[in-house]
């Protein structure tokens, strides 16, 4: 039985909605928080473009685009939701759960070859935020992966098609932080 | 209209017989979630109060051992001073003044059944006795808990080498961790609540003062608390992963702490204080039967405050080593947010003037709660100024100035709130003798405990230092004596608590039965009845005028509730 203060709108924007804009908002300062710090000592410490260059652009664009393209089932998902066929959109998302998937794995062979050739986390400063940046990146991804498997398994008996725009919301997000760390981290060199 | 919402929605549960587990400690109804948060905030109280205890007996009776704790050594004494602060602030004042009050009070105050979120406020609670669990555990663990203050600063937070508590430290900061994802939780729905569920006919002018307030420091957290998630995970990883971001032999900078710190640090003294000062607000129209004077000003200070509040962190680092341009900055953001604060307490005064004032127990929290955080408010003007703070860093004066604003925050706003209520959560009313002899015998020993405090910081008595008998400036018979007050004040003060809980027992055997709306106040949680059941309302109310219209001239009754159509 859901409380009728669920029901209501006075603000005229769903309540699901507007609960995921804060959660972002909240998010939005943590990582604006890691994020911050790193320019500051990027910016008075020359030699971390150094350290940087030790990073794969090649791999970092590869999953920039796995990543938006996730995304874009993700709308996909939310099309089909709107039109109420819950099956679809229960299919669209298994595809975005997949791109996070690849994502990850691609990510993991990434750290394998750095940490094998010594760059490990307490190497220095610039590592030390590469790996806290992304691994907070990374634990939002299979966060977003987790509830989406949720969400899709409703969708499929279209029940809460709603909720395929808010985990959709949630992706877009975590979508767009990276494409705020692949430039910090790999293109300024 | 309103009629039909009900009849859909209280068909089933609510008059069924549900298991005292389901009831009380898997529910997911508000109130009873108010009610958890509020016996936990209590419950850490006594184990903060019980730290101030034991260290305030070291300081007085330097060696001696303390009656139910032992000989309190210097490691003891570091890590009972940290823990004191970190309850007193995360375990008492957060959950009681936001989480339990604003449980209690957003739903009923707006005049809809419950939550927007009723599981995600369970969890949230969940995760809150969790963090709690988590951080007494700490207690427990190889080499004790945390002992390098509740500001945590690296170098001394960071490594166990300096710390010396391999474990405790690590377990500190994942339990506030863990309470910070509580408190994002439980922000978000009083947030959506209060934008969503208003009554029909309730516009964002008819909120009750105290429900703003909510809502604003549930946003301030919310913006204010990210960096300092963002530098807890940092310094977990310099405990246990080697990295060296606070770290300067490694190219890390302790000073990046405190910018985290007390980004988040200053704001949340306003978090605490909004909810405070709101229940002051409250009670103050209440019993001096007059239209809260300038509410809207009143909301829109509250606003400015907490935008002011994120421009004024470094006021915490004058002695950190930053170019004293940045120090004139922070200085003039600083005195500029006691504007805003000091306009608040004007209002209060307007409010009271001219107004048929009755002094019982409520009244009285509510009046103490803007004398005594004035003394605070005033000495924070002395600290706020870079020039005098270099004097005073650090000294007892800084100890007294915050405790003179946390003190009103936490315990005077919440004996407010909790015996201006109390009918309404119990259906019984308080003595008001007992809560007036509880009032007095804790407002003066207070007084007795921080101004000796004030005198000592002046005459250079250095903070978290155990045994000021090793340092010769310090150790005059004199300075002992004020110790000695200090100390004896708090053992008196503590006595007189058991008189609250006298009054608690009392009220819940015999008192006397509340009726809906003792207090012939307006707001519309006094519609529902006493205690409100599952759903609040026996019949959902319609909103027609602001929260404050007492004594208008046009009416007979001195009061004019929300929910009754003109
Ligand atoms: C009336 C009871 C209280 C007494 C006697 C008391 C006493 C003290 C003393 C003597 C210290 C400093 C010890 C040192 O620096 O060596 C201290 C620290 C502190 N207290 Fe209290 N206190 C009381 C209540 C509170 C309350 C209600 C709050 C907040 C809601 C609070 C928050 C703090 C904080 C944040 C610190 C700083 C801890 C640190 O530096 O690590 N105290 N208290
Ligand atoms: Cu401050």
Redesign the pocket.
Known sequence: MRPIANTRSAAGIPTGRLAVWWVLASEIVIFGGILASYIMFRLSHGIWADYAANTNTMIGATNTFVLLTSSLAAVAAHAAAERGDGKLAARRLVYTILGGGIFLCIKSYEWYTEITHGFTISANGFWAFYYTAAGVHASHVIAGMILMAFVAKDAAKNAELHRVELVGIYWHFVDVVWIFLFPLLYIAK | MATAEVATHHDDTRHHDEGFVKKYLWSTDHKIICFQYMITGIAM?LI??FF??A??MQ?AFPGMEVPLWGVVTPGD?NAL??N???I??FW??MPVLIAAFGNYLIPLMIGCDDMVFPKINRLSYQIFLLSALVLISSFFVEGGAFAG???AYPPLSSTAEYSLTPLGSSIWLIAVALEFIAFLLGGINFITTAMNSRAPGMKLYDVPVIVWFIVIASLLFMASVGPLVAGAIMLLFDQNLGTGFFDPTRGGDPVLWQHLFWFFGHPEVYV?LLPAIGISAEIITVFARKKLFAYRTVLNTAIATGVLSFTVWAHHQFVSGIDPRMAHVFTISTLLISVPIAEMVFVYIATLYGGSITLNTPMLWALAFIGEFLIGGVTGIFLGASGSDIYFHDT?FV?AH??YT??P???IGTFAGITYWWPKMTGKMMNDTLGKIHFWGTIIP?NF??IP?FVLGLAGQH????NYENFPDLALDWMFDLRIM?TVA?LV?IAFQVVFFVNVFVSLRNGKKAGNNPWKANTLEWVAPSPPGHGNFEELPTVYRGPYEYSHPDREEDYWPQNEPA
Not at chain 2, 463 to 466: F, L, P, Q
């Open positions: 109280a903060g109060g101030a205890y260290f305030r300081l004494y001073v940290t004191h602060g970190t007193m602030i008492v004042a203050a509740w500001t605490v007892y100890l915050f405790h946390f003190f925050i936490a315990i207070f405990i921080f405090l903070r978290r230092i155990y200090a708090l003060m």
